[in-house]
């Protein structure tokens, strides 16, 4: 845990390979859209909430993780949700599309508790919040778009129903990756009662490395203060990242003073990880 109060750190660091921090954010099917997807791999990462297990030689990559192209721009998805949050503008698509497939191969349901992103992976469980009313829904992505410029989210009629942004059609929204389902085949929790997102076991990543000395350098640094932090390793099909970790506690509000706090110590890269 950071002690808030006696938290220190000598930021004059050096390093012979620089930290590589990644942001958290492939297509949808919806008909004539998806027309080619590139055998390419992507360099983004961020810490996994259910964490990869994958072997450097042995590399499984579903095809909704590969990057893709429609209108002649390059989508990269990432590898995973955690940390992600995102504000933008939310639509919904229903009947014209109802019981069509979707990009993971699951039949689209209009009724469900679904939606769409161009970037999270499949079946990350989204707290979606209607910042123009202040309701909220909880959704699981096994879609991608929506492919129109602004546009974050497109919900299912059900979701975008209790959003109440059907009869506008859009609307402003914040949107928190808060889990994976476990069992891709169930349905998202249809009330945030379901879910206690506040409560976990956070870290605060301050640090991904190709070289391991590099990320026991700085694990090094905040060990030295009585921090507890762990080296978490993540396997690409070229190389392995080391991520630097460092226990922010069981509060998801205690965890944001703790980055807020190593942010003022100069690494501002770092952010929230729920393990």
Same mark, same amino acid.
């Given at each position: 845990? $950071?002690?808030?109060?006696?938290? =220190? ?6 390093t012979?390979?620089t ?5 958290s954010?492939? !297509?949808?099917?919806r ?6 997807? /590139? ?6 990462? $961020?810490l996994?909430?259910?964490?990869a297990?994958?072997? @450097? ?14 209108n002649?721009? $390059?989508?990269?998805? /990432?590898?995973t949700?955690?940390?992600? *949050? #995102? ?6 698509y ?10 993971n191969?699951?039949?689209y349901?209009?009724?469900g508790?679904? @939606?769409a992103?161009?970037?999270l992976?499949?079946?990350t469980i ?34 975008? =129903? ?25 349905? @998202?929790? !249809?009330? &945030? *009662?379901d ?5 976990g076991?956070?870290? &605060?990543?301050?640090?991904?490395? #190709?070289r ?8 090094? *640094? ?6 507890? !932090?762990? $080296? #978490? ?19 998801l509000?205690e965890?944001? #003073?703790?980055? =807020? /706090? ?8 770092a952010?929230?990880? @729920?393990?």
């Amino acid at each position: 845990m $950071i002690h808030l109060r006696s938290f =220190k750190l000598n930021t004059n660091r050096t390093t012979s390979d620089t930290p590589k921090q990644f942001l958290s954010n492939p !297509t949808r099917k919806r008909p004539c859209v998806l027309h080619s997807i /590139l055998l390419l791999f992507f360099s983004l990462f $961020i810490l996994g909430i259910t964490g990869a297990q994958a072997s @450097a030689n042995n590399i499984s990559i579903s095809p909704t993780q590969h990057p893709y192209v429609i209108n002649n721009h $390059i989508y990269h998805p /990432l590898p995973t949700s955690s940390g992600f *949050k #995102q504000t933008g503008i939310a639509s919904w698509y229903g009947p014209d599309f109802n019981g069509h497939t979707t990009s993971n191969g699951e039949v689209y349901n209009m009724y469900g508790q679904t @939606a769409a992103h161009k970037l999270l992976p499949m079946n990350t469980i989204l707290l979606v919040s209607n910042l123009e009313n202040g309701r909220s829904t909880i959704v699981r992505i096994n879609d991608r778009g929506p492919f129109i410029p602004g546009r974050i989210l497109d919900l299912s009629y059900t979701a975008a =129903k209790k959003l109440d942004l059907v009869e506008n059609g859009i609307a402003k929204v914040q949107v928190t990756a808060i889990g994976q389902a476990k069992n891709p085949a169930s349905s @998202a929790p !249809t009330s &945030i *009662k379901d879910i206690n997102f506040n409560l976990g076991e956070f870290y &605060i990543q301050v640090g991904a490395f #190709q070289r391991k000395r590099n990320a026991l350098r700085m694990q090094k *640094k905040f060990t030295d203060f009585g921090h507890a !932090t762990i $080296i #978490q390793q993540f396997f690409s099909q070229k190389s392995i990242l080391y991520r630097v970790c460092v226990y922010a506690g069981r509060e998801l509000k205690e965890a944001y #003073q703790a980055e =807020k /706090l190593i942010h003022q110590h100069g690494w501002m890269g770092a952010f929230v990880v @729920a393990k």
